[in-house]
């Protein structure tokens, strides 16, 4: 499944966290179907962008990724404003992220 884990709060697809986790599944899950979603809806619209993302998600990212993610590029300036996508390798860099955001509204 290439569904990633929560930022900051536990995925509740995850098995229950005990002695037992390996063995019981979390029984919410008796009630509930499930489907396979087969196509991206985020980057629906930028197939070379999707793809992109999941060679990264892989760790198998070509010069041609690497490019195509720099140009993508912005400063810090008008960080508020920006709709773009960001992309952090770790869950420190999202935090440093979030803190200067606060700072910013605070201070604006």
């Known amino acids: 499944m290439w569904q990633l884990k929560p930022v900051c709060a536990a ?3 995850a098995n229950l966290s005990t002695d037992f986790g390996d063995v019981v599944e979390n029984p919410i899950w008796e009630i509930f179907g499930s489907y396979e979603l087969t196509e991206s809806m985020r980057q629906k ?3 070379t962008f999707a793809e992109a993302l999941i060679r990264l998600f892989r760790g198998k990212m070509t010069p041609e990724d690497i490019a195509l993610f720099q140009s993508r ?8 404003k920006n709709r773009c996508v960001h992309l ?11 803190l200067e955001q606060k700072d910013l509204k605070v201070n604006n």
Not at 88 to 98: R, W
């Open 11 to 13: 995925a509740v697809y």
């Open 45 to 47: 619209d930028d197939k």
């Open 88 to 98: 952090y390798k770790d869950n420190i860099s999202v935090g440093q992220i979030q």
């Open 73 to 80: 590029e912005t400063s810090k300036v008008g960080f508020l």
